[in-house]
């Protein structure tokens, strides 16, 4: 058996440094290589143009290289100070917003440009809806335990007990969150430090990944901005928690943030999976309430730890709008018809249309049972009638359901990243429906759909972009589609 001829630039788990001098979409920044043997290009994830960094190759092949960011060595010049400890998951704090946005809106139309085929796309555009809050917008985070730390000055890996997050690039290293980030509570942040200090004086230790031992695990909290309440799961393994007094925990948590503590879950997860949510295990409530309460639009949800629900509330109140002006923009195809709202997750955008129509029949599909019940709960706690959930497969719901075969005019799709798979997207096209809203947290694979719904006769009337991650390459893309 021959061997591929390896390329003459870069190989696979090599580590080097590199200027960064052009920004692809989601978030990868590009540099390149040029000697004898022609130009190679390298791929860099969370880096921007003007940064230098240091990389390592994942994959190779003999024109470019998937690399992941190990270190930025330089920043770039559009780059400011910001008065927050930098962590992996806001790699573009330091850029300011205008400069992110711009980079996202380019990005994105390029996208559709190479994979939708969609010429002149730049006409179509309706507009980029910023967040309400460029800082301190997320209502979840999971903070990790870790006893390998991160000595920034030494620069190795050392035995320690840490609370924070991932160093970038590793999975077995974890790094201190001392102050706030800018992404979270800041009160709570600022305080983790605090908690960290509690779990370690205990003496139980925290999660060695290489090992796949340990105690304690993960601290994930949810806040709700409608009464700024904070949300507590404790994730630990079994072993040990005999040692642990899990009511002291809730009273230290109550020291630290008083009434905004509305209750501390405790989980078992024994797996030696990275994940928080085990295959197997225990849940049970320790202190308080196990929900809280969140409003979006004038609705109101209650919220559970493991419920999907929008990270940044706010943001996603003007997502929401965007996607409900589209679906609503033609009465005739939403009144006295049925209008289809595929991988429905809680039910929101369905719940919110059927509250501004009287005679339109909302009908929410997802295949998470968890979340359809959710669905259920909320509409009855808002009053809303006219609105139906199902728990199936996509699908297959669309085969045995056939009596709305005929009846849906006006559809909307909020798929996973992953999108929408062929053989649900031709079921889908074969509704025939005259509107489509696709909404999409990864344009990439909405630009794959958009090709084949081209195919099938639909044509992009207009598309806005909706940035629901500030600091991130994330952006939320909303597309209306009218078959021709």
Known sequence: MRRKPRNKFVNRGEVFEILIQNYAFGGKGIGRISNEHGEFVVFVPNSLPGQYVKAQVKKASKTFAECKLLEVLDHSDDEIEVPYQQIPGAPYIKLPIEKQHQYKKQSTIELLKRIGKVAHIEDLFDEFIT?????????????????IGYDHEQKTDVDEFTLGFKKRGTWWCGDDLKRDSGLFDEALENKLKLIKEYCEKTGLPPWHA??????????????????????????????????????????????????RVAGLLHTI?????????????????????????EKLLGLTFEISMQSFFQTNPKSAEKLYSKVVEYALEKKD????????????????????????SENAEIVGVDIVASAIENAKENAEKNGITGVKFYAADVGKFLNEHPEYRGKIRTLILDPARAGV????????????????????????TQARDIDLLSQAGY??????????FPHTSHVESVVLLEKI
């Open 210 to 259: 290489p090992k796949r031992i340990g105690f304690f695990r993960y601290l994930v909290v949810r806040k709700s901005f409608e009464s700024n309440q904070l949300l507590f799961n404790l994730v630990t393994t079994s072993s040990d928690l005999e040692n642990f007094n899990l009511e002291e925990f809730s009273d230290f948590l109550v020291s630290l943030f008083g009434d």
């Open 131 to 147: 967040s309400p809050s460029t800082f301190h917008y997320r209502n979840k985070m999971e903070y990790a335990f870790s006893a």
């Open 421 to 444: 798979a062929p053989k649900t997207m031709k079921k889908i096209i074969s509704l025939g429906a005259e509107r489509m809203v696709y909404v999409s947290c990864n344009p990439a």
């Open 459 to 468: 044509q992009i009337k207009k598309f806005s972009l909706v940035d629901q």
């Open 333 to 356: 195809t939403v009144d006295n018809n049925v209008v289809l709202d595929l991988f429905c997750g809680t039910g929101t955008i369905g719940q919110i249309i059927a509250s501004k």
């Open 269 to 293: 997860n024994d797996d030696i999976g990275d994940r928080v949510i085990a295959t197997s295990g225990d849940v049970r409530l320790v202190y308080g309430k196990d929900k809280i309460i």
